[in-house]
């Protein structure tokens, strides 16, 4: 019982917002007014709604591309260049426009090149499909250093500011110190937020365009593999 008694959730007066420290706008220690007289927590709100943007147009794009099956790719190709209809092989990986498909359309679309400048070919395409994969990633990884130091910068400027104002006007106190200091903090916990935001998604995209990226290779390969055995059976 008394282990439960401890537990937030149960405590006397317990708030779901003091989970979240938003207690200092809810009690108007910190007003959404008083963010908009910070320019540096204007930028960091700026920020924060640009990071919203990117991770959802990165993670909806990630998604779409990493469902794949390369192993029925393949199997589709083979039987295609079984069947001497290469044009037709081409024409199944035009219909969808994916780093897989637009790798090894570039190979068939060399075919009578030699093997080396064939996967050269579809090497210039893999590079060229991971730049979109990790289109963005540069911005997000920006984000990620710049945030916290920008936060950092609002809460050092704003104890400047609020210890400025008790030089200047030689009075001072509890309420008008901690409610500048109340604001300035503000900044390096949005900055933290917004970087904390933009980490696992960072990871997450970088790490799933690499996976699908080493699969294209190994398709790759395997379509070498294929063009030779067809252009000895010939």
Sequence with gaps: MEMLMALPAVQEGFNILNMFRLYAVVDGVVTFKGFFDNLTMVLLLITFFISIVLIAERLYYIWKKSKFNHNKVLADIQAYLENGDIDGAIA???RTDHPLHNTLKAGLENIHLPLDQ???MMDSVMTFERFKLLRFTTA??????IAPLLGLFGTVDGLIDAFNQIAVTGSGGAEVVGKGIST???TT????IIAMMNIPVYNYVTNTAERILATTDVAARRLLIMISQLQHAE
Excluded at 140 to 145: C, K, P
Excluded at 189 to 192: I, R, V
Aim: charge should be negative.
């Design 189 to 192: 916990w949005w900055g933290l």
């Design 92 to 94: 199944y990986l035009s």
């Design 140 to 145: 997000m990884g920006s984000i990620i250093a």
């Design 118 to 120: 064939i996967y050269d």
């Design 184 to 186: 300035a903090l503000v």
